[in-house]
């Protein structure tokens, strides 16, 4: 009479197949942009920066930009899709859009 064999030991090829697979098909290796950084400290100093924007109310989606304490544009309205923040003291977070791609930016005041 023969033995019979334990799953285990028909199995673990194909789990080691499957190991293989998920690691390899998991890891991304498209090659990404560099990142830009903008640094405004150098015009901004220690200022408050104000969101600016054309219309009543503030939406998504609507041209915004920045300006001073004293009323100078530093980011002018329409270089970003988006501004996350209505006043940036530290850093903001705003959307750019280029092509039909978002990016995601972080502006140091």
Not at 21 to 49: H, W
Not at 62 to 88: K, M
């Amino acid at each position: 009479m023969q033995r019979p064999i334990g799953y285990l030991k028909l199995l673990w090829p194909a789990g080691l197949w499957f190991a293989a697979l998920f690691l390899t098909a998991c890891s991304d290796n498209t090659p990404r942009p560099q990142q830009k950084y903008f640094d405004v400290s150098a015009s901004a100093g220690k200022d408050t920066l104000t969101r600016v924007f054309r219309g009543e109310f503030y939406e998504s989606g609507l041209p915004c930009g920045y300006v001073n304490s004293r009323g100078d544009t530093l980011i002018p309205l329409g270089r970003y899709a988006v501004c996350f923040s209505q006043t940036i003291v530290r850093y903001g977070i705003v959307l750019a859009k280029k092509d039909s791609v978002f990016e995601w930016i972080a502006i140091d005041a």
